[in-house]
């Protein structure tokens, strides 16, 4: 039987494939190792997915549990890749190091496009390749052309039900057969890890609206100031909604001050805010509280919070976000265009007491169609073949709700419905226009 390697960076990811083993989504293996990975820009001083508080829970499911920036160091795991001269002397050395000898391994990864999970599958040539879903992100496409060597090696795409009914566009364009990880098992496993972490959690008087934080400003979505100003208007929704316990779970990486403001907001509101500073799972927090309300900006909790615990939830700040987003490829145009798609905003006090969470039918009949236009226009050549279907839904459905999720210029670019006029339509696909606005651009710079 092979060796299996699960390569995870997040204690999400390591649950959701604690899941998939548990669901039998993973054939029997001679032994399983849990590789570690550290993404954090100081991961020297973060604590990493083994350091969580209830990773202790997870840990029994694999036989081994190793350290990949400890193989690597002194370099960064999200940067570092092997040469391409330099991968059998590595093979050999991974090999010796853990202990394989001459088995036959097989990778379960996440993000494929980029290391560490492509550095990974590089040094073992060989190997037969299994990639999972991490959240909401991977339902939009591929996001950089792979190697076909390297992409015809992956044989599935896990992910959770998030969305009932939506298939990721991952890696579609190999013709990756999608699986889902079953629901069951993964609720089993968060039930394990709340109950690992109940010292972690608060005990507030009644059932809290809980806001969920993302440290949107490290990764260049806004500034510090704008994401301050954000958990503001959570606070303001949430207490305006009625809900006078609110309870706010920073993202782990984030500093303190990053939620001061906040808790200036709920003390001169009068409502009382409650800072949870460990880094537990949200979905730990679901089990453990049952919050009458979950608020968040564009968190893949938000999807879990509503389909797999049926809990109210509001968005706020997606629009902004969208509107501001860059590049247009930008890999959170997904999550934001389905938060924003699928739930309601916290402004809209009915909106929010009358939202339902999304079924299949509802989601095959809207949100699939939006995920594949929006997929197609972020990525045209590797998802040529979903221009029929992108064109279909901008000639019908461009409304000034979903206008949001698109901008003129990258549809004139394309030459899609909504860019510019039909009779004009050519322009964006003839060379010898291209070659005019090339030669435009090169004479003004002259002149300037």
Request: hydrophobic residues 45%; neutral net charge; glycine residues 6%.
């Amino acid at each position: 039987m092979p060796t299996q390697i699960f390569l995870a960076s997040t204690l999400y990811g390591a649950a959701t494939l604690a899941a998939g083993i548990d669901a039998g989504s993973f054939p029997p293996a001679g032994r399983r190792i849990l590789l570690t990975s550290n993404h954090a820009v100081t991961a020297e001083v973060t604590p990493g997915v083994t350091d969580m508080p209830g990773f202790a829970a997870l840990r029994p499911r694999f036989d081994e549990v190793l350290d990949w920036n400890r193989v690597i160091e002194p370099q960064h795991p999200s940067t570092w890749a092997p040469r391409a001269e330099d991968v059998p002397i590595w093979e050999r050395q991974l090999r010796t190091l853990w202990n394989l000898g001459e088995d036959r391994v097989e990778l379960i990864v996440e993000s494929l496009q980029v290391p560490p999970a492509q550095s990974l599958c590089r040094l073992f040539p060989g190997a037969a390749v299994d990639v999972y879903a991490d959240g909401l992100m991977s339902y939009g496409p591929t996001r950089f052309r792979l190697d076909p060597q390297l992409g015809m090696r992956v044989r599935r795409v896990l992910h959770l039900d998030l969305v009932p009914g939506l298939e990721p566009l991952l890696l579609t364009e190999f013709g990756v057969r999608v699986e889902l990880v079953p629901t069951e098992p993964f609720l089993k496993v968060l039930a394990e890890l709340a109950e690992a972490t109940a010292d972690e959690a608060p005990e507030p008087a009644g059932p809290p609206a809980l806001l969920l934080g993302q440290y949107l400003s490290a990764l260049d979505l806004m500034t510090l100031a704008e994401e301050e100003e954000l958990h503001v208007s959570m606070v303001r929704g949430a207490y305006a909604l009625g809900h006078r316990e609110l309870v706010f779970k920073p993202h782990p990486g984030a500093p303190a001050a990053y939620w001061r403001r906040a808790e200036e907001e709920a003390e001169r509101l009068g409502a009382r805010l409650t800072v949870i500073a460990a880094p537990v799972l949200a979905e730990t927090l679901y089990q453990r509280l049952r919050p009458a309300l979950v608020v968040g900006c564009f968190s893949t909790g938000l999807l879990t919070a509503a389909t797999l615990y049926g809990l109210p939830v509001a968005r706020t700040g997606t629009g902004a976000v969208l509107a501001a987003l860059t590049p247009y490829p930008n890999s959170n145009r997904v999550p934001l265009a389905l938060v924003d798609a699928l739930l309601p905003d916290l402004a809209d006090a009915e909106a929010v007491r009358t939202w339902t969470p999304p079924t299949a039918e509802r989601v095959r009949a809207e949100p699939a169609a939006l995920l594949t236009a929006v997929g197609f226009t972020m990525q045209p050549q590797i998802l040529a073949a979903r221009r029929p279907a992108a064109e279909a839904y901008l000639a019908k459905r461009l409304t000034p709700q979903t206008w949001r999720y698109f901008t003129r210029r990258r549809l004139t670019a394309l030459g899609l419905p909504g860019g510019i006029p039909a009779q004009l339509s050519f322009l964006p696909r003839s060379r010898a226009v291209r070659r005019a606005v090339r030669r435009m651009g090169w004479l003004r710079r002259v002149v300037s």
